[in-house]
Each structure stands twice: as structure tokens, then as C-alpha cells.
């Protein structure tokens, strides 16, 4: 009979059962592809290719199904057990035979045909024994009666043991190999025993063959091992922080759901720390990042210190830290946690020559009080890390509902915010501002008011603080410099051209170059004379860098605009640099004019500051100014102008105008 590898290909084709494809069998050893069996024609997307390396030479076996078999099936699964289990066996024969140097034909004439087989298997042995797979011969009775060399080194065995051994002992769960070789290769992954008794990971083919009349199953096994490790290798870099070593976010919150789950089914509490590192950002910006991740290290290593086995410490990212305590815990021992991690991270670093002081701020959430799910317990302490760092940071706070309801509000006025801000939701309001001694209205202050089609009237207070923590406010400054200077430029054509408005600044907008770049602008646009507005910076605001501060002021000087100092006396002005900022008037806080006639100290705070003021060359402004009778006080103390309920509530600007226009007169009480 004649055998060659197209033929032995189509056996092996047959022999699986299944015609549903066309396959060929290349050799790629010397770059060229060099037809061994089969005809394929032109490659295909949906080609499935297999390379193969065996006894230095390289092949490729290609499959392809064929039309009808595309037609009636549209799954890919059966495919390629298909393939796997052909190439281990037939493809195997074949190249083999291949090896051996029977490419052509082997005739039944040869006449020493019986000492070419025998050194064809001496050689099909040695091809065997090249392998790196484990590859054994099985009978019916699952008694090994072939296995190769790479079967001896994986399973520990000498070679001339493993012949009679069953395969069983070799792989505890195998033992139906009919059943194997036709399961799907994710099923084929089973566990051997070496012969130490370790587990060994192994992948199998199975493939049932034919000698003479008996069945027989051709095995390959493959060492899993080292495949397995590099899947942990990449597990690891998945969920875990290359820096700190500990777990990333996405491990976080997979671990978090299951000690949620244990500690429900136990009835058990769990905490969830949120640390942020304080100033950490400028630690890094001054002392470069590779000292900020020395930093980081420090800081993980330090808790970790402080944290039992059950605990979990992850970084979130940045400079954000996640403790998880678990087991028995108390208010207290949680708090004893949170106290230890702000004192141990409050303790300076060395990096590196140069002395760092960190330090943080600590959010707590408990399990199942404030909330019963990993996002919402995190979400929790973040709030509450938020709230410590408002506190003045280096402190710990626990979750409070109230906390949650401020962000909600938070969310959702800033949400209305911007609506409202393209809608005309806004609205200027004016109060007039007056000469103490005459009562003649001298000018205004701009007020802002905001009526929501949804919220009603929302009162400054409440609004102008989440504007502030959003950055919303420089847009919505801008929104109240521009339509103030409108107004200005419409009261200079209408002849009212003395009344001085005031326009309150936010930290946010008193921010150098693009302030003064927005004001020339404007001041070109509406044509205004600059003298007619003056700024108002709160006392607050203007110490935060009392030097910028001193420079922003002197530019705006030089443009013309009045400036003053709000709400003086709230924060802690510095002598030496009120003298030094160009200032207009100073405005005192409503809060020392209130009880001016019964509280003494308001009293001689009111009139130092004033007395102060007339040193420095300022005019003073009364804020809520609400009787007569603290008017009457402030004359006396020749203050020289106020604003208040006595004289005006903040207006329309429209009727503001009309109220101008009445000549409502003021006349004080003699
Ligand atoms: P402020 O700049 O100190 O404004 C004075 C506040 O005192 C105004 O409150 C005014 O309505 C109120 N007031 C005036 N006279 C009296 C009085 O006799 N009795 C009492 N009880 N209150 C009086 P308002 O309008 O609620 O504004 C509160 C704060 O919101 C302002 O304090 C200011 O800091 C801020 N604000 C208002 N409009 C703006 C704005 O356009 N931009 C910025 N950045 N802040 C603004
Ligand atoms: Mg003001
Ligand atoms: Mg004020």
C-alpha cells in the first residue's frame, strides 16, 4: 500500500470522524512555506492555524471548514477540540513519518521493509522522547503501555516504572478518557499526581486510537505550571499597587464585597477608613517624585504597622489611602485605629536628606450604619475624610447623615447653579450705602440674588459657598462685574453719574493677571469710568497671601477702581500690611454693629477700628446698621458712612432707581 502525508492527513481527518473541513500541513522550517499535505489555496480570516515544533524542523497545520460545515454550524467551540485532538494525534503520525524520512512513498515491495520499521520506530521513539509534552499510550483498561521521556521528568517516575502504572494514579480525575476526549479544553484541565504526591496543574488531549483491533488512547499532557504563575504574575500587577505593594482599587472593592458579605452573615460590624495624605501634592511638586513616592511607601508602611492579619490596606490612588477593619470592633477601637494612623502619619519623613512633614486626614464609615455596600461606604468615608480636612486637617472624623445631606445639597445647587446661570435665574440686587452724618445716598453694594424656578429664593449664604467650593464662582463673579458695569454705563447716560457701586470679589476670581485682563476688557466694552466701582475683598480673602494681595491691589489702583476691605475684623489683618495694601475704606462687620450699644467690647472694637482707619488715610463703612440707635453711636464715633436695614434693603436695581429718583430723604434724628 502506499502511504504518504496527504494520505496519512486524511486518515487522521476520517479517523476524528469529521469531514467538515479542509486542512494542510506546511513546513516553515527555512522561511518559505514548503506544501507537506493538503491544499489549502489562499489563506482565509477564519483559517485556524497551529504551529508545531518538532525534532528541529517547524510546521504549520492549517484547518479550514469547509462551506457546509459553515452553513450548518455556526459555533467555533467544536471546532477547535476538533483541531487540538488532530493535531496531537494524526499530525503527530504524520510528521513522524515525515521525520523519517518517508516523504514519498513506502513500498510493500522494499525488501528489507521489516528493518526499515523497526528503525522507524527506534526514530518515532526518539521524536517522542524530543518532546516536551507528555505523551502516553493508554489501553482499554487504562494501563499505561507507551509513555515518553517528558512523561518520566513531569511526573517524577523512572521511565522503565511508568509502563503498567494506570494512568489514575497519574491523573486522580482522568481515569475516563473516552469521556475526555470529547469535552470541551477547558474541562481537559485536571490535576496529576507526581510521584511525591504533588499536585501538578496539566492540560490533556485525549484522542481514542485504533491498532489493529484493539483501542487504544494516545494522552498528551501538558505542565500547566508555569503558565499558572505567570497568570498570578498577572493577576498581581491587576490588583495590586506596583509603589506600596498593597491592594489597587479594583482588588479593593472585590475584597470589600466579601468581608461585607462575611461580616452580614455573622452579624459582625466592618469599618472603612478613607486616609488622604495632607500637603502631599506640594511635598511632590518641591521635592520631586521620587521622593513623594518614598512618601507613599513610608506612609503604607506605617500602617501596615498598625493593622492585624483580618485588617486590609489599599491604595486607592494618588495620595489616597483605604483601611478596612474587620472582626470584633467597637466605636472605640475604631477610633483607637483612627487616632494611631493621624499620630503615626503625623510624624515627619526623611527623604532622602530632606525632612517632609505629611501628615493626614481620616473619614470613617461603619458597616452597616452607613452603608451597606462597598461603594456607598467608601463614597461615606471620603465624605468624612472631606469633613476632617475642613476641620483643619491631621484630624479623623466619623460619617454623619448630615454630611451626606450637605453633599446632596452641595450637588444638587450647583447643578441649579449653572442652569440658572444660563437661564437668567440671577438676579443684581442693589443697598444703598449712606453718609452717616447727612444720610445722602452715596452709592450702592451689589448684592446677588438667585430665584430658582425649582429651589424659590436661595439666600447668598446658602449658595455663595458651594459656588465658591466649585469654582462656580468666577464664572458667576464675572456674570455680576459685567452686568454692573452695564448698569454703570446705562446710569451715566441717564446723568447719574455719582453713585458708586460696590461689587464683592471672591478669593476665587482675586486671582492676578486674568482678573485685571477681564476688567480692562470690560471697562473698554461698557465705557465706564473706573473711579464709579470699587471691589470688595473680605479680610480673609486678602490675608491668604497678604504679598499677592499687596501687588493685585496696586494694579488695580492704577486703573482707577476703589477697593475695600469686607467684613473687617472677622479675620486677623495684619498692621503692617493693611498699611501697606491700596485701599479705599474699610468695611466693618455687621457682627460688632449689632450689639454696639450693649456689648462693650463691640464698642471699642468699632471705635479703635475706626480711629485706626482715619490714621491710615481709610474711610470706614458700617455693615447692618439696623437702629437708630446704633447710627447715633457710630456718629459719635465719627464713622463716616454705613449701610443697613435703617436705611435701605437690597433692591431691584430697577427700583433702586426709583428710589434715587423719590429723593427719599434721610434725615437723622438730631
Ligand atoms: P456682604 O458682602 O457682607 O454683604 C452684606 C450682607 O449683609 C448682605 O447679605 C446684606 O443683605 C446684609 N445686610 C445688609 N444690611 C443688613 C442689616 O441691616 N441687617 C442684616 N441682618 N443684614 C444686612 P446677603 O445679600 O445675604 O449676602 C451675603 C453675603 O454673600 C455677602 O456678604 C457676600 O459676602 C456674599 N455675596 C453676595 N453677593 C455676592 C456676589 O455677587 N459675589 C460674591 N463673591 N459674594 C457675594
Ligand atoms: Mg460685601
Ligand atoms: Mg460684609
Not at 482678573?515 to 479680610?539: F, K
Request: proline share 4%; charged share 25%.
Amino acid at each position: 500500500f502506499v502511504l504518504n502525508a496527504e494520505r496519512l492527513l486524511e486518515q487522521a481527518i476520517a479517523r476524528s470522524g469529521f469531514d467538515g473541513f479542509h486542512a494542510a500541513m506546511v513546513d516553515v522550517t527555512d522561511g518559505a512555506a514548503l506544501p507537506v499535505a493538503g491544499i489549502m489555496g489562499q489563506p482565509q480570516r477564519d483559517d485556524y492555524r497551529v504551529g508545531l515544533a518538532f525534532a528541529g524542523r517547524n510546521y504549520q497545520l492549517s484547518f479550514r471548514p469547509t462551506a457546509a460545515y459553515k452553513e450548518a454550524e455556526t459555533g467555533a467551540g467544536s471546532w477547535m477540540v476538533l483541531s487540538a485532538g488532530l493535531l496531537m494525534t494524526g499530525m503527530l503520525g504524520a510528521l513522524m513519518l515525515l521525520i523519517s524520512g518517508e516523504r514519498a512513498v513506502i513500498e510493500e515491495q522494499v525488501a528489507d521493509r521489516t528493518a526499515r520499521l523497526r528503525d522507524r520506530e527506534a526514530r518515532l521513539e526518539a521524536i517522542l522522547d524530543n518532546a516536551a509534552d507528555a505523551i502516553v499510550t493508554v489501553d482499554a483498561m487504562g494501563i499505561l503501555v507507551s509513555a515518553n521521556a517528558a512523561t518520566a521528568r513531569l511526573f517524577g517516575y523512572p521511565p522503565q516504572h511508568l509502563i503498567g502504572l494506570s494512568f489514575g494514579s497519574l491523573v486522580p480525575n482522568g481515569a475516563e478518557l473516552a469521556r475526555l476526549a470529547t469535552a470541551a479544553p477547558e474541562d481537559c484541565v485536571l490535576e496529576g499526581r507526581n510521584v511525591q504526591g504533588e499536585a501538578v496543574p496539566l492540560s490533556i488531549s485525549v484522542a481514542p486510537v485504533l491498532m489493529g483491533r484493539e483501542a487504544f488512547f494516545v494522552c498528551i499532557l501538558r505542565d500547566l505550571t508555569e503558565q499558572q504563575r505567570s497568570q498570578e504574575r498577572i493577576y498581581r500587577l491587576a490588583h495590586h499597587d506596583p509603589l506600596t505593594g498593597l491592594e489597587n482599587r479594583f482588588a479593593l472593592n472585590v475584597r470589600l464585597e466579601q468581608q461585607l458579605a462575611l461580616a452580614r452573615r455573622h452579624n459582625e460590624p466592618a469599618a472603612v477608613l478613607f486616609i488622604d495624605l495632607d500637603h502631599f501634592k506640594k511635598i511632590n511638586d518641591s521635592l520631586g517624585h521620587a521622593a513623594g513616592d518614598k512618601l507613599l511607601v513610608g506612609a503604607a508602611e506605617r500602617m501596615k504597622d498598625l493593622l492585624r492579619e483580618v485588617d486590609t490596606l489599599a491604595r486607592l490612588g494618588g495620595d489616597e489611602f483605604i483601611i478596612v477593619l474587620a472582626g470584633p470592633l467597637t466605636p472605640d477601637s475604631v477610633t483607637s485605629v483612627a487616632v494611631r494612623v493621624v499620630e503615626s502619619l503625623s510624624q515627619p519623613y526623611q527623604l532622602g536628606g530632606a525632612t517632609a512633614h505629611s501628615g493626614c486626614s481620616v473619614g470613617v464609615a461603619l458597616f452597616p450604619n452607613d452603608g451597606e455596600d462597598a461603594a456607598t461606604l467608601i463614597r461615606h468615608a471620603d465624605m468624612a475624610m472631606y469633613a476632617a480636612k475642613r476641620e483643619g486637617r491631621g484630624n479623623f472624623q466619623f460619617f454623619s447623615p448630615e454630611m451626606n445631606a450637605a453633599t446632596h445639597e452641595h450637588l444638587l445647587l450647583e447643578n441649579r447653579m449653572w442652569g440658572a446661570l444660563n437661564a437668567e435665574g440671577f438676579e443684581l440686587y442693589l443697598q444703598a450705602q449712606v453718609e452717616l452724618d447727612t444720610g445722602r445716598v452715596i452709592g450702592a453694594e451689589v448684592l446677588l440674588r438667585w430665584n430658582d424656578q425649582e429651589l424659590g429664593n436661595v439666600e447668598p449664604s446658602r449658595f455663595i459657598p458651594v459656588a465658591e467650593e466649585s469654582g462656580m464662582i468666577v464664572p458667576l463673579g464675572d456674570w455680576v462685574l459685567g452686568q454692573t458695569m452695564k448698569l454703570l454705563a446705562q446710569w451715566q447716560r441717564e446723568g447719574l453719574d455719582e453713585l458708586r457701586l460696590s461689587v464683592n470679589l471672591s478669593a476665587r476670581q482675586f486671582s492676578g493677571a486674568p482678573l485685571l485682563a477681564r476688567l480692562d476688557e470690560l471697562v473698554a466694552q461698557y465705557g465706564i469710568d473706573p473711579s464709579l466701582m470699587e471691589l470688595e475683598i473680605t479680610e480673609t480673602a486678602a490675608m491668604r497671601d497678604p504679598e499677592a494681595t499687596r501687588l493685585l491691589l496696586r494694579q488695580l489702583r492704577t486703573r482707577g477702581f476703589k477697593l475695600a476691605i469686607d467684613d473687617f475684623g472677622t479675620g486677623y489683618s495684619s498692621l503692617a500690611y493693611l498699611k501697606l495694601f491700596a485701599i479705599d475704606r474699610i468695611k466693618i462687620d455687621r457682627g460688632f454693629v449689632k450689639d454696639i450699644e450693649h456689648n462693650p467690647n463691640d464698642a471699642v472694637i468699632v471705635a479703635a477700628t475706626i480711629g485706626l482707619a482715619h490714621s491710615l488715610g481709610l474711610t470706614v463703612v458700617a455693615e447692618g446698621v439696623e437702629t437708630q440707635a446704633q447710627w447715633r453711636f457710630l456718629r459719635g464715633k465719627h464713622g463716616d458712612e454705613a449701610q443697613g436695614y435703617l436705611f435701605a434693603r437690597p433692591m431691584p436695581a430697577g427700583e433702586f432707581r426709583e428710589f434715587i429718583r423719590l429723593q427719599v430723604q434721610l434725615v437723622p434724628d438730631a
